[in-house]
């Protein structure tokens, strides 16, 4: 199966930045459209981000539109989620994902990371 690790996040003050990282292993990476989710306690997963296989599209929610920057460099086999302006509301586990298509929708994607945290306090 694809392997995808995620790795950058951490606790931040509200307006500062980080740069979550989700590296690929054992399959062709530009195969794959990927995605950003995130999960905070007692909610569901919600969508964030997604970026298509060559990342010349991608998708934001709401919510992180203007703040939040996807991207991939297909030859290094990792996507990247900038997060400037971060929020408190922001906090919450971010998870990597991938599928055969750029969409919104969870179970659209197969294959996911373990999370990696990300806390904004005020």
Request: net charge positive; charged share 15%; aromatic share 12%.
């Amino acid at each position: 199966q694809v392997q995808l690790v995620e790795s950058g996040g951490g606790l931040v003050q509200a307006g500062g930045s980080l740069r979550l990282s989700c590296a690929h292993s054992g399959r062709v990476f530009i195969s794959y459209a990927m995605g950003w989710f995130r999960q905070a306690p007692g909610k569901e997963r919600e969508f964030v981000a997604a970026i298509s296989r060559t990342g010349s599209s991608t998708y934001y929610a709401d919510s992180v539109k203007g703040r939040f920057t996807i991207s991939r460099d297909n030859a290094k086999n990792t996507v990247y989620l900038q997060m400037n302006s971060l929020k408190p509301e922001d906090t919450a586990v971010y998870y990597c994902a991938a599928g055969l298509s750029t969409t919104s929708t969870m179970t659209s994607y197969p294959y996911w990371g373990q999370g990696t945290q990300v806390t904004v306090s005020s």
